[in-house]
């Protein structure tokens, strides 16, 4: 065999970081299949080398594809190969036969082709490592090809690739586009290259075989096809042809897929992947895979189509073209849920009649599991009165989170429908937002409860003000949300012994006018102090005690109140039994109102203080902080807090419902309009 040396030649439009351009390794990897069918391949064979020790991060050692494509020949390899930025391929930059790298760094070619020059078959070895290409002009790499022109006319063409030393297996923290997306686990990598190529499995145009199995289009498809074709008439009046293949597919997936479909010279290839919901659609029809293409759609389109905010008219008119005609297909398949859903939202116990749920999440999950508990008891139907106590209890278990075990121990369902729930409501970021929403709600509620204890007609609520402290000890995230749900812990009865004195020495007293600390046009001279402490083990293992004093409503916070707490920071910090080590004190003094001085005060103390609100002052010899707080202050904050999360909320509220309609379209939908969603 015979040895020559080549240079790889590049234009100006193309630089060695156009190699890896692709969105994640497994479209980089289609490219490589892409270029195989378009050699004109008829069986291609994928052998990925699984290895599940330590060493192998991604599971993968070796990707290979083996095509029976015409090949490159000897005399075609230097511009078929090496020349960078060619028309070899219409509408390409000729690099796609390089996006092996960005799954890994080295690449292995060995091709046969009949060479017409020589009028002989050539064989043709060649490898290149991305680590030779750093730091070094193109044209400077001195790259070896091996080749050999064989005997006789009977050999079969071939294009082999072989891609090692994956970058998910040697960079400590790969780069999102080279890390091994999921699509090539051995689970998945039959279901993904279904996906991408329905059209030359199930008509048998191309042949795929993974590690020797052949993919059969019996494994995917339980029917033909449904084929259908609308005319869309664009802005410019110009009508072009859409057409929708509707493939029933074997998968427990319970959900529909949309692919949009464009042109790559000549291959279709999956330009953006969505998923469809409407009510039109339950999942009792199982999987559906729906591939949509149309001389229309090209690349530019899907780059300007923003389903989020519909974008601009065209993509508008072009969007709901495609869903009313989804929704058509389902909608003569299934009428039995939007007839139960009218009669659902109709019903005496429905039990968003008189109130909104917490987030829309909330209520799309409520309908879908009353459907699906209708389908099992006939509640609505037979009329069933269990709906009174059911439907809230069910709502109040989609709250909290904890409707496995309604399910299983109350309802008693079948394990069938066990299992459905099972795999619907595992612990996701739909449950977080639902109970997220509900604690919103709850919070904003209490804050104004809140505010009636400290400003309001006192005389409403009077026995719970006179018991406030326990009150807001069960509601600590007032003082951060790093306190909520936080337990009363106490390791150490000795140091609340400590505290309970100290208070007893600095801060018990009654407020006087010669202190100027007295509000006078308060009456509420039998409502007292309250002061309580609370210990929390930090994330990092550290202590944290916070003592909160709460000045009674007749005591506005004054000179007196700042020297005694100051005081009381001062012999926390010098006394010899309280902790220092990996130990915060955390000091609050709180009331309904500050003097004159006392504003002065704490507004310079928090100029110095800013980064932390209401921070007052820190000591140095222990971790004790001092902070000096109004209660219209707090609430003020934690309103402004939540309306923040509430608006958060409903950007995760939309978030999480286009994950469930990705990975659970059974729990979410719209009432009335179907949606098409990007994924990714």
């Known amino acids: 065999m015979k040895t020559t040396s080549e240079k790889i030649t590049t234009n100006t439009r193309v630089i060695k970081s156009h190699f890896t351009k692709y969105g994640d390794t497994f479209k980089a990897f289609k490219e490589l299949l892409n270029n195989s069918i378009q050699a004109n391949s008829k069986n291609i064979r994928i052998e990925i080398k699984y290895n599940d020790s330590l060493t192998c991060k991604s599971s993968i050692e070796k990707i290979t594809i083996i095509d029976d494509g015409h090949g490159v020949s000897k005399n075609n390899f230097k511009n078929t190969i090496l020349e960078i930025g060619t028309n070899v391929k219409e509408k390409g930059q000729g690099i796609g036969r390089f996006s092996s790298f960005q799954i890994g760094e080295l690449m292995k070619i060995d091709t046969v082709a009949f060479d017409e020059n020589e009028n002989k078959f050539s064989k ?60 090539f686990l051995e689970n998945n990598i039959a279901q993904s290259l279904f996906e991408n190529y329905p059209y030359e499995i199930f008509n048998n145009t191309v042949s795929f075989f993974v590690n020797g199995n052949k993919l059969e289009k019996e494994n995917f498809v339980l029917e033909k096809p449904s084929i259908k074709t609308i005319t869309y008439t664009d802005k ?26 464009t042109d790559n010279a000549g291959v279709k290839s999956v330009a953006h992947e969505y998923t469809y919901s409407s009510d039109w659609y339950t999942p009792d029809l199982g999987t559906w895979f729906i591939y949509v293409d149309s001389d229309f759609f090209d690349l530019d389109l899907f780059r300007n189509l923003d389903l989020e905010t519909l974008g601009e008219e065209e993509i508008k008119k072009l969007k709901n073209e495609i869903k009313d005609t989804i929704n058509e297909f389902f909608k003569s398949r299934n009428q039995k849920f939007d007839k139960f859903i009218s009669n659902l939202e109709n019903d005496k116990f429905y039990p968003y009649k008189e109130r909104k749920p917490a987030s ?270 109004t209660w219209s202050e707090i609430i003020e904050l934690n309103k402004r807090k939540l309306g923040y999360l509430h608006k958060q909320l409903t950007i995760k509220d939309k978030s999480v419902k286009e994950k469930f309609e990705e990975e659970y379209p059974e729990l979410i939908d719209q009432k009335v309009h179907a949606q098409l969603r990007i994924v990714g």
């Open 360 to 629: 829309t999440s909330q209520e799309v999950v409520f309908k879908k599991i009353a459907y699906l508990l209708e389908d099992e008891h006939h509640l609505i139907k037979e009329d069933n009165k269990i709906r009174n106590f059911l439907y809230p209890l069910l709502d109040k278990a989609i709250s909290d989170g904890n409707i496995e075990y309604l399910f299983s121990k109350i309802l008693k369902l079948s394990d069938e429908s066990l299992l459905k729930f099972n795999s619907l409501l595992q612990k996701t970021d739909l449950e977080d937002v639902i109970q997220f929403a509900s604690q919103v709600s709850e919070k904003l509620e209490f804050l104004n409860f809140l505010h009636e204890l400290a400003y309001g007609e006192i005389s409403k609520v009077l026995k719970e003000r006179s018991q406030l402290h326990k009150i807001i000890e069960n509601e600590l995230w007032v003082f951060g949300e790093n306190y909520n749900g936080t337990p009363h812990l106490w390791s150490d009865k000795k140091i609340g012994n400590i505290l309970n004195q100290l208070h007893d020495t600095f801060l018990n007293y009654e407020p006087t006018k010669e202190d100027e600390n007295l509000i006078e046009e308060n009456n509420l001279d039998d409502i007292t102090d309250l002061f309580f402490y609370n210990e929390k083990i930090t994330d990092s293992d550290e202590r944290e005690i916070m003592v909160v004093e709460l000045k009674s409503p007749k005591c506005a916070i004054g000179l007196k109140e700042i020297n005694q707490i100051d005081r009381y920071a001062f012999t926390l910090e010098q006394h010899s039994a309280l902790p220092a080590e990996k130990v915060k004190y955390k000091l609050i003094l709180i009331s309904s109102k500050l003097n004159a001085y006392a504003k002065s005060k704490v507004k310079s103390q928090r100029e110095i203080y800013k980064e932390i609100p209401f921070l007052f002052d820190k000591k140095t010899d222990k971790n004790i902080e001092v902070y000096v707080m």
């Open 236 to 261: 410019k009046g110009t009508n072009h042809l859409i057409n929708f293949y509707f493939y029933n597919i074997k998968s427990n997936l319970k959900k529909v897929k949309v692919f949009f479909q």
């Open 124 to 183: 043709v070895l060649f490898g290149i490592d991305t680590t030779d290409l750093k730091d070094i002009s193109l044209e400077n790499v001195e790259l070896k090809v091996d080749y050999d022109y064989l005997d006789g006319k009977n050999h079969n063409s071939y294009y082999k690739v072989e891609i090692e030393n994956l970058h998910h297996n040697i960079q400590t923290k790969p780069l999102n586009k080279n890390k091994i997306t999921s699509n």
